[in-house]
C-alpha cells in the first residue's frame, strides 16, 4: 500500500473512529474483564491437550460416577471419565460451533446483502420475501429440521445453525448496504466515474461491515446455546467425543445421584454465553454511544 | 391518514406472501431428503413395480410444480399426511399436543410478564444505583442461561433435593388442576425467565426514553409526585412497545419449549417435532415448521395491529 493511500483522509478519519471506539470499549468495564474471561475460553481451547488431566474419551471402570476429588477434580462420568477433561475438550466444539456457523452465515450473506441493498429490484424483492419466510420459522426449530435432514453430528449441526442464521445477517446486510449507498460519499464516487462494482466492492462493503460485527457477536452466543441444545438432543456432537450439551444430557440420567455432573457444563455454557453477550453489549456501546445500554 | 381497514389490508398484503415463501421452504425441506421416497416407503423387500405403484399413486413421478400445488392443496384442506409410527393423521398429533404448549406458553408469559416490566421499571427508574445494576444483571442472566441447564437445575433442588414438585410428566388441567398446575410451575419458570430477560431490557429501554421526554418533565416541573409520574404519566406509554413485543415472544415460546418440554416430558409440540425427528417422519417435522412458522407470522401481524391501535402516531406515519 503507498504513502498516498495510507496519508489519504477517509483512511485516515476510519481509523480515528475506530481508535475512539476501542477507546470507548476499553472504558466499557465489565465488556474488558468479560473479553477476558473470553480469552481465558479461548486459550482453553487451543491448549486443550495440554491442560487436560487425562484423556476425554478413554474409559476407567475402576473409577466409575466418583465425586469430585484431589484425582478428579470435577468428578467422573457412568464411564469412569474424567469430568474437567471432558470439559476442556468440550471448549473446543462449543467455541467452534459458535464462530463456523457465524463465519458461514456471514460469508454467504455479506455478498447476497450486498447484491439485494445495492442492487435492488426484483431480485431484492424475491431475497426479502425468502428471509422474512425463514425468519418466521424459530432459530432451533429450523437448526432442527435441517439437522433431521442432514443427520446428526457436530459438522452437520454447524451447517445447519450457519442456514438457520443467514436470514438474521441477510436482512441486516442488506438494510445496511441500503444505508450507505445513499450516503454522500458514495454518490461522490459515482460522480467520480467509478464503476457499481468498484462503488460496492471498495465504498458500500467496508462500511456495511460494523453493524454485522455487533450482530455477529450476539449470534455467536445464540449458536453456542443451540449447539448445545442440539447436542443435548442427540443431534450434535457424536459420543464419545465431549461436548458441553451431551454432557448435560448424560449428566440428567444421573442428577439424583451425581448432581455435580450436571453442573459443571450448564455453568461453562452460561459464563461463555454470558461474556459475549457482555462484549456485544460493549462493542455496540462503543460503535454507537446513543444506543448506550 | 390511514384507517384500520387500509392498514390491515397493507399488511395482509406482505403476510400472503411470506406464507407462501414458507410454504416452499417447507416444501423444499422434503425434497432435499436424500432418497427416494417410494423406495423408503415400500420397504427393504419390494420390487420395482411396487416402488412405480407407490411412486405415482404419490405424484413422485410429476414435475415438482405439480407435487407443490398437489401438496399445498391438500395442506390448505387440514391434510398434512400421516404418521407411520403413530398411525394417525399428522393434523389430529398437531391439534392435541398444540393446546399442551399454548398453555405452557400462557403460564410461561405471565411469568415473564410479572418479572420482566417491574424489573424493568426497576433498572430504569434507579438507573445508576444498585438495584439498577442487580436488575440489569438479572436481564443479562435471563437471556444468557441455558434454559435447559436451568430446568436440570430446578429439578434438582426442587424435585430430587426438597421433593416439593414433579421432576416430568403433565396431567391434563380437566383432569386435576392442582397437579396440572404443579406439574407446570417449573417449566413456566424455565421458560418465563428468558422471555423476562427480554421484556426487562425493552421496558427499561422504552422507559428511560419516555422518562426523558417533555411530558414528563412538565409533569415534574408540576410538582407532580415521582410514583404518579413513573405509574400514570410513563409507564402506560412505555408499555406500548413492550404489548407488541410480549405478542411476538409468545410466538417464540410455543416453539422455544422444545427443550423444555424434553426435560420435564411435557406432550407438546416441542416433544412431537424431536420424537419426529428422531423417528425421521418427515411428515410431522414438516408440519410442526409449517404450523410454527404459520403461527408466528400470525402473531406478528396481530402486534403490528395492536401497535397500530395503541400508537396514534402510526396512523399518521402510515400516509
Known amino acids: ?293 | 391518514m390511514m384507517g384500520l381497514g387500509g392498514f390491515i389490508l397493507r399488511r395482509l398484503g406482505s403476510v400472503v406472501p411470506t406464507l407462501i415463501f414458507v410454504s416452499l421452504i417447507v416444501f423444499a425441506l422434503q425434497k432435499l431428503i436424500p432418497g427416494d421416497p417410494a423406495v423408503a416407503m415400500a420397504g427393504d423387500e419390494s420390487n420395482d413395480a411396487v416402488v412405480e405403484q407407490l411412486r405415482a399413486k404419490y405424484g413422485f413421478d410429476q414435475p415438482l410444480y405439480v407435487q407443490y400445488f398437489r401438496w399445498i392443496g391438500n395442506v390448505l384442506v387440514g391434510d398434512f399426511g400421516s404418521s407411520y409410527r403413530n398411525k394417525v393423521e399428522v393434523v389430529d398429533l398437531i391439534l392435541t399436543k398444540l393446546p399442551v404448549t399454548a398453555e405452557l406458553a400462557v403460564l410461561s408469559m405471565i411469568v415473564a410478564l410479572a418479572i420482566g416490566i417491574p424489573t424493568g421499571i426497576i433498572a430504569a427508574t434507579h438507573k445508576d444505583r444498585f438495584t439498577g445494576t442487580l436488575a440489569n444483571i438479572f436481564a443479562l442472566t435471563g437471556i444468557s442461561i441455558p434454559h435447559f441447564w436451568l430446568g436440570i437445575m430446578l429439578i434438582l433442588l426442587f424435585s430430587v433435593q426438597l421433593g416439593l414438585l414433579p421432576s416430568a410428566g403433565y396431567v391434563p388441567p380437566w383432569e386435576d388442576l392442582k397437579q396440572n398446575l404443579l406439574s407446570l410451575i417449573m417449566p413456566s419458570i424455565v421458560l418465563g425467565t428468558g422471555v423476562a430477560g427480554v421484556i426487562t431490557r425493552h421496558t427499561r429501554g422504552a422507559m428511560l426514553q419516555v422518562l426523558s421526554s417533555d411530558y414528563v418533565r412538565t409533569a415534574r416541573a408540576k410538582g407532580v409526585t415521582e410514583r404518579i409520574v413513573v405509574s400514570k404519566h410513563a409507564l402506560r406509554n412505555a408499555l406500548i412497545p413492550v404489548i407488541t413485543l410480549s405478542t411476538i415472544e409468545f410466538g417464540q415460546l410455543l416453539s422455544g419449549a422444545i427443550l423444555t418440554e424434553q426435560i420435564f416430558s411435557i406432550p407438546g409440540f416441542g416433544k412431537l417435532i424431536v420424537d419426529a425427528v428422531f423417528y425421521r417422519e418427515y411428515a410431522v417435522v414438516q408440519g410442526v415448521v409449517l404450523v410454527t412458522a404459520t403461527i408466528f407470522i400470525l402473531l406478528n401481524f396481530v402486534a403490528d395491529i395492536l401497535y397500530f391501535i395503541v400508537n396514534p402516531r402510526m396512523r399518521g406515519a402510515n400516509d
Open chain 1, 1 to 293: 500500500m503507498t504513502d498516498a493511500v495510507l496519508n489519504s483522509a477517509p483512511v485516515r478519519s476510519g481509523s480515528r473512529i475506530r481508535s475512539r471506539a476501542v477507546r470507548r470499549f476499553l472504558k466499557h468495564r465489565p465488556a474488558v474483564v468479560a473479553l477476558c474471561i473470553l480469552v481465558v475460553f479461548g486459550l482453553v481451547a487451543i491448549f486443550a491437550p495440554l491442560i487436560a488431566p487425562y484423556d476425554p474419551i478413554k474409559s476407567d471402570f475402576l473409577a466409575i460416577r466418583q465425586p469430585p476429588s484431589a484425582l478428579h477434580w470435577m468428578g467422573t462420568d457412568e464411564l469412569g471419565r474424567d469430568l474437567l477433561s471432558r470439559l476442556i475438550y468440550g471448549t473446543r466444539t462449543s467455541l467452534m460451533a459458535g464462530v463456523v456457523p457465524v463465519a458461514l452465515a456471514l460469508a454467504i450473506s455479506i455478498p447476497l446483502g450486498l447484491l439485494s441493498g445495492y442492487v435492488g429490484g426484483f431480485l431484492d424483492s424475491v431475497l426479502m420475501r425468502f428471509t422474512d419466510a425463514l425468519l418466521a420459522i424459530p432459530f432451533l426449530v429450523l437448526a432442527i429440521a435441517l439437522t433431521a435432514l442432514l443427520g446428526p453430528g457436530l459438522f452437520n449441526a454447524m451447517l445447519a445453525i450457519g442456514i438457520a442464521a443467514i436470514p438474521i445477517f441477510l436482512r441486516l446486510a442488506r438494510g445496511s448496504a441500503l444505508a450507505v449507498s445513499k450516503e454522500d460519499y458514495i454518490e461522490a464516487a459515482r460522480a467520480g466515474g467509478n464503476s457499481p462494482l468498484r462503488i460496492a466492492f471498495k465504498h458500500v462493503l467496508p462500511n456495511m461491515i460494523p453493524p454485522l460485527f455487533v450482530q455477529a457477536t450476539l449470534t455467536v452466543a445464540t449458536a453456542i446455546i443451540v449447539e448445545a441444545s442440539l447436542s443435548f438432543l442427540g443431534l450434535g456432537q457424536r459420543p464419545p467425543a465431549p461436548s458441553w450439551g451431551s454432557m448435560l444430557n448424560e449428566a440428567q440420567r444421573f442428577l439424583p445421584t451425581l448432581p455435580t455432573m450436571a453442573l459443571w457444563p450448564g455453568l461453562a455454557i452460561f459464563i461463555v454465553v454470558m461474556s459475549i453477550n457482555i462484549v456485544g453489549d460493549g462493542i455496540r456501546d462503543a460503535m454507537d454511544p446513543r444506543h448506550k445500554s
